[in-house]
Structures are given as C-alpha cells and as structure tokens.
C-alpha cells in the first residue's frame, strides 16, 4: 500500500479500540514470568554450553601474545575463541565497533576472547587463567582537550548535515542589543537497561538461529550477516521480549557475534550474557558533549539570531552526537548557524541512546532560552511563545504537519500552576527548603518507515498479525493488537500478535520513535488487504462492507467474520510505503515540561517534587501505554540532570563507574508523583492512523526544566551536567 496523500476518515477514526487505555496484552505473561527474554528461553535443541566474554584491560594498543592454554585445559571447556581462530570478521554498517579485538585494541573492554565451557561458572573461572600481554599505545581519552582542535564531522546518515547557516548569523548577532554566548556541558551516560546484552546462538548445519535482545531485527540480520560473513537468508533472530534497549540494542553487540562463534567453535548452543561492567565499556553510550549557544535578540525578546556549536568525541569513523537538531526546528529566528564538530576518541563508541541529538541538546538550549528570558525580562513561557513559528525556520515555504507547541505550552503553565512561580530566584522557602519552579521546552522528529505485516484469519474468527517489530517494554503487543482489531471489527481478546521474529515480515523495529507509527500503518495495510480478501469470499463488495461486532456486514445481510476461512484460512501480507509527504511538510513532535525542585538550604541536597510533562503527538494510540512511556522519560530525565555520569579515568582511557552501583540512576525514593497529558490532535500527513511516536519526547526538555527550577530556588546557573551539589553549594544563598 501506498500513503501519499493526508489520510482521510477510514475504520481507525471510529476509535472503539485504538485510542482506548487498554492494559498491555502481554502483561499477564511479563508478571507471570512466563515471556522468556533472550538468555531465558529453554526450547533450544542440543545441550546448552555458556560463553564467558574477556575483556581487554587496555584502552589502545594491541594484543602481543595471548596464553589460553591453561583456560583450554580447564574442567569443561568446551572452546576458547580469539582474534587467532575466530577467522575474519567483519563490522556492520550503524556502529564502527569492532567485536573482537585482533590484535589491535580500540578500547577498554573490547572482547579479546571468549570462554565457552559446561557451565557459565567453568567458563567465569577459565577466563582467569587466559594470559594477554599487550604493547600499549597512547590514546586521547579527553574531550576538552581537542576542542580547538577537532574539525567539523562528517555528513552520517542520521543526524542531519553537520553544518547549517541561514541568513547572516554572524553580523544579526553582532547588532542584537540583547546577547547570550554561554557554554554548556553534558557527560557520557549509560544506557543501562535492565536486560543485559544477551544471545543464544545455534547453528544447524550451515544455518544460524539467534534468540537475543536486539531491537531492530532488519539492521540485526544485515549487521551480523556482514560481521559473519554469511547471507542474510541464513541468519534467523528472534527476540520477542526485551528487558529495555533505549537505543542500546539497536543492532548487533558484541554478545551476539561472539555467541555465534562460541557456538560454531564448541558444535553446540551457546549463550551469552554480557557481564554489567562489560556494558558500560564495551557496547555503545551517550557520548559526552561541549555546546556553545549564541542568541541575540531585539528588545522586546524577539530571536534574530541563533547559533549552536557542539563537539562531542568518537571512536574513528564514529559519528557525531547531532545535538543542533532541536535547534534547527524549535524557535524562529532569521539568522541562524550550526555546526558540529568530532574528536577521535579511545573510548567505547557513542553512539544512539534515548533520543539522540534532542535530548542533550536541549540540555543546553533550554537553559540557554532561560538565561536569555532573564535578560529580556520576559517570563521564560512567554518567550518560548514569542518565538514559535508555524514553518520551517530554515525553509519557510515548508510548514509543519501540525505544531500545536504553543498549547502545550499554555495547557502545562496552567495546569501546573506557572503563575504562581515566583521570578525572583531564591525568594521561596518550605522550611529549611529553597523552592524553585522550572521548565523547558520539548521536540523530537517524527519519523516513519516502510514496515510489514502478515495477517491470517481462521474459522474460529481468530486474527493473527505477524510482524518482526519489537517491544522493548513499551507496549508494541498491545497497540498492534488494537490495530488489528479496529480494522477487523473484533475484540482485542480475538487478535493474536505475533512479534520480534525475522521471519516474518520488516519494519524499522524499535527505535528513533517510528515504531508505533510505522508497525501499525503496516497493520493497517495488511489489514485492509485481509478485509478485501474476507469480502471476496463471502460475495460482498467490499467497498460497501462494514467490519464490527465479529461480523462482516452489508445490506440487511450479516456474516460471522470466521466464516469467511471456512474453506481454510485467509493468509495476506503488505506493507505500507510512502510518498513526498515527509519532505512537503515538516514532521515533529513538540512538548512542555515543568517541573518543581526544592533544595536542602543548609547541605543543598536537591528532592523533584513534582513535574508534568504535555505532549503533541498525534493520536495516541493508547493513553495507558503512552504515558508509561513518558513517564519513564521523566525519570530518565531525572538522572540525566542530577546523577547520571560516566566519569573518564583519563590516564587509563575507561569509564570508572562500569556498574549499578556507581553509575546513579534514580531509585524510588528520588521519583515524585509525576504527570502526563496529552494534547488532543491527529497529523493525516503521517499514516492512515494519524499517529507518531511518542516514546523518546517524554525524555526531551526534562533535564533542563529541572536545572532551571534549581536555579530558581537558589539563583545559582549550573551549565555543567549533571547538577551535583559540588558545583553550587558555596554558593548557596546565606541563612536568615
């Protein structure tokens, strides 16, 4: 099917199932413990062996001789896989990382063998005994120290161009009366999901089954394919449950190539859980970030000028964090200039983690659009007003599908009481506690891809859709499910989702927030083939036929929808493509959010007390599950501005804290009551069901809305994430 015009009404627009907050249909399974996830599964044919990954203990350099003798003559080894028999390896296209050190060394942690023995403690213990003697080599662990030196990065292909310029940035903020130029920092930061990385591998001759946590299974089979060396058509993976991703498992890690030669070497199935510390130094991160914004303005706030500089650090042929990308689209502003510059960086790769580029850009912008508030003397919502457009700010004969950023702006200040915030930072006090309100402005983009699915009714009036989409714990079961059933005109209870498996027919998977969007235009379009299919059997025309209740409909007549695969079941596949409609309009998605913090007057401490979060985002395809989502965002949020940090040993070349318990994430006890509305609007440029992603909005804009209520209260600007008290307590207003 092909969507190249605004939809139009159609069956979702009646809205009996989709639109409805329906619990997760896989819910009961997840609680029941009965949704294996990718290290859990027991139907694997042949005697399980377990692989013990190796890391190297250097951060640049390469492997001089390797001893695993000793580990080869330990009780139950079953196999030792190294650089000198691994055979040739190849990288896939999305991440540059290599998955095996051989010889050289990249990185800290970077595999240098694995262990594949009985049991995962026999290959833990024979893991010791592996001798490596390496030659180091100097390495640039500092990003700091190549800011004046880094050149601009490469065009990648997400991301955006690496420079842009509209107008004259230099010479309209030069004559700007009103003037920003500050600098703002954000640190690596960890996916650190709950799931490790994780791979059972099998093979069956000369063909690969997988059983892994991996959130896009078409990148999944082309990037294992490339680092084998063997056909796509041989490589099946499936992953139907993952314990989270955000973005982390987007395409292979070194988990599933190393279980798959661990498999290959021992003859039999392996797999693979890679140890926590291995996470934060092996696989991808959030690459740490510089951003210089410039904003100039005339003196009743309007933007003339605005400009935003960034450097982050990689690995070589890495690409950059595209943290320019909210400020291309946000604000209106005549005269305009990005740019991003890369380092080459020995560390792990940076790469995409939970709304790349969006979310620490407007780490720095947002606060950047409050400091400039400040100097205007405007409050900080109805500058961001001011300064709303309805176009593209570098295209303007390009509008926006649909843009109502201006109404969450005005929803979330009333909702949250906004008036009542006091300008005047550190002027209100809860007892011993600073109070301070702040908030910050949200965007994503809004992609959409062509994705597939299979659909199949039986006699019984069951409607089975197969897609190989993903759910990462963010409800893809249930909005597929909904789909299925609105199109159908059946219960959910009467549809079966099958996902996460390669066989069955391509989407873009989890990530970059097009999954909703896109499996479920593709439902749709398998859906609308199998109504065609159902009408023709039955002898309808199916122009006039109405799908509800469980029947099939026309004229006084009526037919139960399973008597259409009486004779046998009804299989249909399609997919949905589309047309120019991305490139005639821009496509986004906008928020607002506030949030309200007290700081500890006497030790600076900082508790949230409470945030919304108002999001735009087309229909929502079920409120339930789509305020999960963001509300997980805000927590994200939360240790994006107050704990979370990787922190560089920068003699060494590793991150430090490669664990849970140094690496912060928030805990129950530093999560408020937290709300999510959401604004009533459809985009008909996107799909048929009017729907875009949702998911990483709810991460964007909340770091800084919380770094701007803390300056609220104690009228200390903090540029330098994450806010830790060390940077403003000496600096805490006096006590009365």
């Known amino acids: 099917m092909k969507f190249d015009t605004p939809a139009t009404n159609n069956p979702i627009d009646q809205l009996k199932v989709v639109g409805q907050p329906l619990d997760r249909v896989e819910g009961p399974l997840k609680t029941t413990g009965q949704a294996p996830y990718a290290y859990e599964w027991q139907d694997v044919p042949g005697r399980m062996a377990y692989g013990y990954i190796l890391g190297a203990t250097i951060a640049k350099g390469r492997i001089a001789a390797i001893d695993t003798a000793a580990a080869r003559r330990a009780p139950g080894v079953l196999a030792v896989v190294t650089h000198e028999n691994a055979g040739p390896l190849g990288r896939g296209q999305f991440y540059v990382q290599r998955f095996l050190a051989a010889p050289e060394v990249d990185h800290y942690h970077q595999p240098i063998a694995l262990?594949?023995?009985?049991?995962?403690?026999?290959?833990?213990?024979?893991a010791g005994l592996v001798r490596a003697r390496y030659v180091e080599g100097r390495g640039a662990f500092d990003l700091a120290a190549q800011r004046d030196t880094a050149p601009v990065a490469q065009r990648a292909p997400f991301g955006g161009p690496p420079e842009t310029a509209v107008g004259d940035f230099e010479g309209a903020f030069a004559a700007a009366p009103v003037t920003l130029d500050e600098t703002y920092t954000?640190?690596?930061?960890?996916?650190?999901?709950?799931?490790p990385h994780a791979t059972i591998a099998a093979w069956e001759g000369d063909r690969l089954t997988c059983r892994t946590s991996i959130q896009q299974m078409?990148?999944?089979?082309?990037d294992l394919s490339l680092a084998l060396g063997i056909p796509k058509d041989r490589i099946r993976l499936i992953s139907p449950y993952i314990g989270g991703g955000f973005g982390g498992k987007g395409t292979v890690q070194s988990d599933l190539v190393l279980a798959a030669l661990g498999a290959r070497a021992a003859g039999r199935p392996v797999k693979v859980a890679m140890q926590r510390p291995l996470m934060f130094n092996n696989t991808i991160h959030r690459p740490a970030t510089i951003q210089r914004i410039r904003i100039g303005a005339t003196r009743d706030g309007r933007i003339t000028a605005i400009g935003h500089e960034s450097w982050s650090g990689n690995l070589p042929g890495?690409?950059?964090?595209?943290?320019?990308?909210?400020?291309?689209?946000?604000?209106?502003?005549?005269?305009?200039?990005?740019r991003v510059r890369l380092a080459v960086l020995d560390l792990a790769e940076g790469n995409a983690m939970r709304a790349p580029g969006e979310a620490p850009g407007l780490m720095a912008l947002e606060?950047?659009?409050?400091?400039?508030?400040?100097?205007?003397?405007?409050?900080p919502v109805a500058f961001r007003i001011l300064n709303d457009t309805q176009v593209d700010p570098e295209k303007p004969e390009r509008p926006f599908s649909t843009r109502p950023f201006v109404e969450c702006l005005r929803v979330g200040a009333e909702r949250f009481g906004w008036s009542r915030r006091s300008p005047r930072p550190g002027a209100v006090r809860d007892g011993a506690w600073l109070v301070g309100m702040g908030m910050a402005g949200a965007i994503r983009g809004a992609p959409i891809s062509k994705a597939g699915a299979r659909a199949?009714?039986?006699?019984?009036?069951?409607?089975?859709?197969?897609t190989d989409m993903t759910d990462i714990g963010t409800g893809s079961y249930t909005i597929v499910a909904q789909t299925a059933a609105e199109m159908m005109g059946v219960p959910l209870e009467r549809v079966v989702a099958k996902l996460g498996d390669s066989s069955f027919p391509e989407t873009p998977g989890s990530g970059g927030q097009q999954g909703a969007p896109s499996v479920t235009a593709g439902v749709y379009a398998a859906c609308t083939k199998l109504r065609e299919a159902v009408a023709h059997r039955l002898g309808f025309n199916s122009a006039d036929v109405t799908f509800a209740d469980g029947e099939v409909r026309s004229g006084n007549r009526a037919v139960p929808l399973g008597q259409a695969a009486g004779a046998g079941d009804i299989t249909v596949e399609d997919s949905m493509e589309y047309g120019d409609l991305s490139q005639r309009f821009a496509q986004q998605t906008f928020g607002a959010h506030f949030a309200e913090v007290g700081v500890d007057a006497y030790t600076g401490e900082v508790r949230v007390r409470r945030m919304l979060a108002v999001c735009a985002a087309g229909r929502i395809l079920n409120p339930k599950t789509a305020r999960s989502q963001v509300i997980g965002g805000m927590v994200m949020g939360i240790g994006a501005a107050l704990t979370e940090e990787m922190t560089v040993d920068k003699r060494r070349g590793f991150f430090v804290n490669h664990d849970l318990a140094g690496y912060e994430v928030p805990v129950h006890a530093d999560v408020p009551h937290l709300d999510a509305v959401f604004i009533d609007e459809v985009d008909p440029t996107m799909s048929p069901l009017k729907a875009k992603g949702v998911g990483e909005l709810g991460l964007t804009g909340v770091a800084p809305a919380i770094a701007n209520a803390i300056y609220n209260a104690i009228g200390v600007r903090v540029r330098d994430y994450p806010l830790t008290l060390?940077?403003?307590?000496?600096?805490?207003?006096?006590?009365a």
């Open 726 to 735: 060390d940077k403003y307590l000496e600096h805490l207003p006096a006590l």
């Open 115 to 126: 262990i594949v023995a009985e049991t995962f403690e026999g290959a833990r213990d024979a």
């Open 367 to 379: 606060i950047a659009m409050d400091e400039m508030a400040e100097r205007l003397g405007l409050d």
């Open 218 to 222: 078409n990148w999944g089979l082309r």
């Open 318 to 338: 890495g690409r950059t964090e595209p943290t320019t990308l909210s400020t291309r689209f946000l604000y209106a502003g005549a005269n305009r200039m990005t």
């Open 186 to 195: 954000t640190p690596d930061q960890a996916h650190a999901m709950m799931e």
């Open 456 to 466: 199949r009714l039986d006699a019984r009036g069951i409607v089975t859709i197969e």
